[in-house]
Structures are given as C-alpha cells and as structure tokens.
C-alpha cells in the first residue's frame, strides 16, 4: 500500500510540476548585448518521452532590439519549437542595423 501511494505523488508531481520544467541553459553567440531572455519551457511530451539535446536557432533582430525571424537550424523540432518561442521574447540592445544572432539551448530531462 505504502509503494502504491509513493507512486501516486509521484504520478500527481509529474502531472503537475513538468510543466514548470525549464530547459538548462540558452546561450547567446554574436555582436548584440542580450538584454532580456526568457527560458525555453520543456516540453511535457518531451519529458515524458526522455527527448533531450541541444537546439540550435539563428536568430535575425531588429535594430531596435526585438526578434525578426528564427529559423531552426537544428536539434529536435519539438523542443526547437519551445526554444523558437522563448526566444521570440528576447530583447537584444539597440544598433544602427539588423544583426544575425546564434542560439542554443540545451534540454536535459
């Protein structure tokens, strides 16, 4: 009876808490200050399946900072798709032109 009921809280925990998991780390390459960064959520089919890796993004920003494109160059398309929508949020510093910015984020279970 005691197995079971651990088994169930963990059950429950899972359910509840896997989507508040976040990837490890996102790190930035390039020429631009990154001035705001959201961190990419882990993908609850993702956890539940064991997915982990690393994402890579190309990034295109904006003079005044804000995210133009991103195009997955590679990793899993399910945890590429996570990482593209955090990364949609991140603010880089202002500059006189359009810069080209490299991403990766790196989801462990």
Not at 38 to 60: D, F, K, M, Q
Request: hydrophobic letters at 40%; proline letters at 6%.
């Amino acid at each position: 009876m005691k197995a079971f009921s651990l088994a169930a809280l963990f059950l429950v925990l899972n359910v509840y808490l896997a989507p508040f998991a976040n990837a490890q780390d996102a790190e930035t390459s390039g020429t631009r200050k990154l001035v705001t960064r959201v961190t990419p959520s882990y993908p609850t089919i993702a956890r539940n399946l064991n997915l982990s890796g690393t994402v890579r993004l190309e990034v295109t920003v904006t003079p005044s900072g804000t995210v133009k494109s991103v195009q997955l160059l590679g990793g899993n398309p399910l945890l590429g798709q996570s990482a593209e929508t955090a990364v949609r949020e991140w603010k880089w510093e202002k500059s006189d032109h359009e810069t080209v910015e490299h991403v990766e984020a790196q989801f462990k279970p």
